[in-house]
């Protein structure tokens, strides 16, 4: 029982977090999955984008962190091997 009262806390907590726009550290903790340390860390040296409105408590906007997990994409195999073959064919990138 205890254990389903825990998988209903956490899929509750999901749940909410889907309807946000405003995100605490903890969300964007549970957003990401990185550590409370990490997270601290990329806050603390500006890495990541966030809001302190009091100077202290922080909040982060969704659109901005989602944005920011998105970011140094990496092309796949077949998206190297087009460009590729596009460069060989048309001398042009």
């Known amino acids: ?18 309807a ?9 903790a549970l957003l990401t999955g990185l550590s409370r340390s990490y997270l ?5 040296t500006n890495q990541i984008p966030h809001y302190k409105p009091s100077g202290k408590q922080l909040y982060f906007d969704r659109d901005e962190i989602e944005d920011w997990l998105k970011q140094n994409r990496v092309a796949t195999v077949e998206e190297t091997d087009r460009k590729a073959t596009n460069y060989v064919v048309t001398g042009r990138r």
Do not use: A, H, P, W
């Open 1 to 18: 029982m205890k254990n389903i009262q825990i998988q209903l806390d956490r899929i509750e907590r999901l749940t909410l977090l889907g």
């Open 20 to 28: 946000k726009k405003v995100l605490t550290f903890e969300d964007v």
């Open 40 to 44: 601290y860390k990329l806050t603390s």
